[in-house]
């Protein structure tokens, strides 16, 4: 049934003369027609996506939360080489990550890229559970903290990495394109599904904190028991179900369409431009070259972006010379290595201002990433006993996961409409403000972890300072920095995940996503790199430096205070880069639902 392109400005959601409406974003269905907004999409669409993520990071989890453990107890390696070895694989599925966001958004597609990638997963997962089970757990209950395996052969170590490998590279290819799929759900240029987008990333973020609580807690304690094999095959069935909800969606399913390979795009302009550095600019941007089509650029069949003043030089590469009239009018088409439509031009221009924003998020994600290292070695020096039952340090990340269930409430249920009001605007917080805040709350986690520190040491030195034993200051004065991270956390990636995913260009909307991905990633490498450079300045003759094996003879207390002090000189520069971008601008309708169009930044005061 065809859809009308006329509709009632008040009444976007009812039929016109016996026809339906369609969305108005350019999303198809599974048919490649233009996608029903009352048969397609919305949150039917939106439910299924948010149980097949809960679902997909309880069985990534229930992998990589022990890892480290099963490499020593079961593999036999010792720590160091264990620890290596889950920095190589983490890092792995990230660069996994960017290798999904290029597929999708070039030639598969959100849809097939999900589906094939979370097959993989699957496929990787029963290996591993065969291979442990078969091969690698043996004498059957050994890999616990007493009994050790038996040796393995070389075969059965390449199976097992063969399967870790094959996760990754399932979860990093599948993990960026499911949160842009699941907004895919949601017509940005409809009011009522515009403001459902924006809440379906905050439930997005609370379902992978859900699925890794279960992971963290039910799966980690059967797995350090040393029921390795239950584990994993607790994970390839959760891996399993994940994928048959998402496939039962199919006919409900809204997409778009992969626009090409970027890079030759990106390549393109910045030739373009080169070749052309000698000509004259014109005064302003109605000179240079646009196809004319409606709101899709040809090129590509994205939306047109609206030109924007900055990066100058590249503009350039839209100039048209009287050469170029000439073929256009000839041929009907241009040489897209000599001149490029604005659309095109404006897309590398919106790659470039994320960049120093994104770069920014790095330095958070060192911050973050002391929870699942630095809080969790803290925890295990303190008093971890109530009565006789004794609290593992790690499961105090809990306390991190239900402060991420209270504030993704209290964001948008009380401060959002709050501060809605007081702007008499229907949008409420903006993502760069919220970024910004979830970087101050991140300086006061710091601060509150150094000072848990610092009294942890009080009271050790009041026992015995070189010696190995807890200090008998409680476990639970973690909950305070926990709950903070936590916090920030909804702030910072939730508001991560929506700004990459709206000021992404058409085509690049995944790698918009894979972007929050790479944060973290980049984050675990230059954390570790500090940890090296603190260790070798701070380490002198009698001195074993802020973090040695005995956290009773260091300090770790200076190294929170000092991710504090960076953390606070990375948020001065993040003001002045939010307050340099510029928002994306697409015709008739930007990123920040203005339909005029006017452009400017989002850290107003």
């Known amino acids: ?91 792995t599925v990230y660069i996994f990550s960017l290798l999904g966001a290029f597929l999708s958004d070039s030639y598969w597609g959100r849809y097939k890229t999900c589906a094939i990638f979370q097959a993989i997963f699957v496929l990787g997962l029963v290996s591993l559970s065969l291979s442990s089970y078969i091969f690698l757990v043996k ?94 095959w607790a994970s390839a069935g959760s891996a399993t179900l994940a994928l048959g909800l998402f496939l039962v969606g199919t006919p409900r399913y809204r997409h778009f369409t992969p626009k090409g390979n970027p890079l030759s795009r990106f390549c393109q302009v910045v030739v373009a431009a080169s070749l052309k550095w000698k000509v004259e600019m014109p005064q302003n941007g109605y000179d240079l070259y646009e196809v004319d089509d409606g709101k899709a650029c040809s090129n590509n069949g994205s939306r047109k972006i609206l ?46 201002r994320l960049l120093p924003i994104w770069l920014c998020t790095i330095l958070y994600s060192v911050a973050f990433t002391q929870m699942a290292s630095l809080f969790v070695e803290q925890g295990a020096a303190m008093k971890t006993t109530i009565a006789s039952f004794h609290i593992p340090p790690a499961s105090m990340s809990s306390f991190d996961i239900l402060s991420v269930a209270a504030f993704i409430f209290i964001y948008r249920r009380v401060l959002d ?38 009294f942890r ?63 973290i990633s980049l984050g675990n490498y230059v ?9 070798k300045i701070s380490t002198k003759d009698e001195m074993p430096g802020w973090i040695p094996g005995n956290l009773n003879r260091g300090h770790l207390d200076n190294f929170y205070f000092l991710l504090a002090v960076l953390t606070a000189a990375d948020f001065v520069v993040y003001i002045i880069c939010a307050k340099w971008y510029k928002y994306i601008k697409f015709q008739g309708i930007n990123s920040m639902g203005d339909k005029n169009g006017s452009q400017g930044n989002d850290l107003r005061v």
């Open 527 to 535: 954390s570790s790199l500090l940890v090296t450079i603190v260790m």
């Open 1 to 91: 049934m065809d859809c009308l392109d006329i509709f009632k400005q008040d009444d976007m959601t009812k039929n016109v003369k016996g026809q339906e409406i369609c969305t108005l974003d350019g999303s198809v269905d599974k048919h490649g027609r233009p996608a029903v907004r009352g048969k397609t999409g919305a949150w039917f669409a939106g439910i299924l996506i948010l149980v097949n993520q809960g679902l997909a990071t309880l069985a990534f989890f229930g992998v990589g939360v022990n890892m480290v453990l099963f490499l020593t107890r079961v593999i036999g390696q010792d720590n160091a080489e264990a620890a290596n070895s889950v920095s190589k694989w983490t890092g």
């Open 417 to 454: 409409p709050l501060v809605a009001s007081l702007r008499k605007s229907p949008k409420g917080l903006t993502e760069l403000q919220r970024m910004g805040i979830g970087l101050i709350i991140a300086i006061m986690a710091m601060v509150a972890a150094g000072t848990v520190e610092h």
């Open 139 to 232: 004498p059957d209950g050994c890999g616990d903290e007493e009994t050790p395996c038996g040796s393995h052969s070389t075969v059965q170590i390449g199976l097992f990495y063969l399967s870790i490998y094959l996760i990754a590279l399932g979860n990093g290819g599948y993990q960026p394109n499911i949160a842009t799929f699941g907004a895919d759900q949601f017509d940005e240029e409809d009011p009522k599904e515009g403001h459902s987008k924006v809440a379906f990333f905050s439930y997005f973020y609370l379902a992978l904190n859900l699925g890794s609580l279960f992971s963290n807690t039910i799966l980690g304690y059967f797995e350090d028991k040393g029921m390795w094999a239950l584990g994993f």
């Open 307 to 352: 030109h924007t003043q900055g990066f100058k030089f590249l503009d350039r590469a839209a100039i048209i010379t009287s050469k170029e009239c000439t073929d256009l009018q000839d041929k009907g088409s241009n040489n897209p290595w000599w001149v490029c439509p604005v659309t095109q031009v404006e897309e590398v221009k919106c790659i470039l």
């Open 457 to 519: 040491l009080k009271y050790a030195s009041k026992t015995c300072a070189n010696c190995d034993g807890s200090s008998s200051l409680s476990i639970f004065w973690q909950v305070p920095q926990y709950v903070l991270v936590g916090a920030s956390e909804v702030f910072m990636y939730v508001g991560q995940l929506e700004f990459f995913n709206s000021q992404a260009p058409d085509g690049l909307k995944s790698f918009g996503s894979a972007l929050c991905m790479t944060s």
